[in-house]
């Protein structure tokens, strides 16, 4: 092999080398919160004690928490809103107490979910869907039209859990967050 032949394929090797060097960490450093994004599941957090609840009387409640939007912390930022509904009374053990947990969050376009104005079932003012404490669909408005939302509102995993420390019984949920417009309860992640 020529010198200038073997001076050319060494210099081209080592700037290969060098690339690779600044380009690999580069690549990974972008990809990141890609990543990040896939691995999250749902968010376990206590939200209230269940004697705070009275049977039937849907109770609305905040999930805390931080928050990462790419390379920045968003620290104790509101992550999502559920309706609680208690369905056993305060007769029942509390580590037998039935407690449904729903997402405030329409399954029509994403509006939230609230009251209406008598207090007797759900409510989302965007589009006038009702629903029922059970979370499920009031086919007709009280105007007679359709209801929009092409599904029940979106059930989340809740458990009554007792505290180690203090002997309390909590409300536990699962918060996730689904896709919006379709039939089907599809997790978003």
Request: with cysteine.
């Amino acid at each position: 092999m020529e010198r200038r032949r073997f001076l050319t394929w060494l210099c081209r090797t080592i700037a290969a080398l060098l690339s690779a060097v600044v380009a690999l960490p580069g690549i990974a450093f972008i990809l990141a919160p890609l990543q990040q994004r896939r691995k999250e599941s749902a968010l376990v957090q206590r939200l209230c004690l269940l004697d705070d609840l009275a049977p039937g009387v849907p109770q609305e409640q905040v999930l805390t928490g931080n928050r990462r939007d790419a390379w920045t912390l968003y620290p104790r930022e509101t992550l999502g809103r559920v309706w609680l509904v208690r369905r056993s009374g305060p007769e029942m053990e509390p580590a037998k107490a039935q407690v449904d947990a729903y997402s405030t969050i329409c399954p029509h376009l994403g509006c939230e979910i609230g009251l209406d104005s008598s207090g007797k079932e759900f409510y989302c003012p965007c589009h006038k869907a009702h629903f029922f404490f059970s979370g499920e669909l009031i086919p007709t408005n009280p105007q007679g039209e359709k209801n929009p939302s092409p599904r029940a509102m979106d059930s989340l995993k809740c458990h009554v859990v007792q505290d180690d420390d203090s002997g309390e019984w909590w409300i536990e949920v699962a918060y996730q967050k689904f896709e919006m417009g379709t039939d089907k309860k599809i997790a978003k992640g």
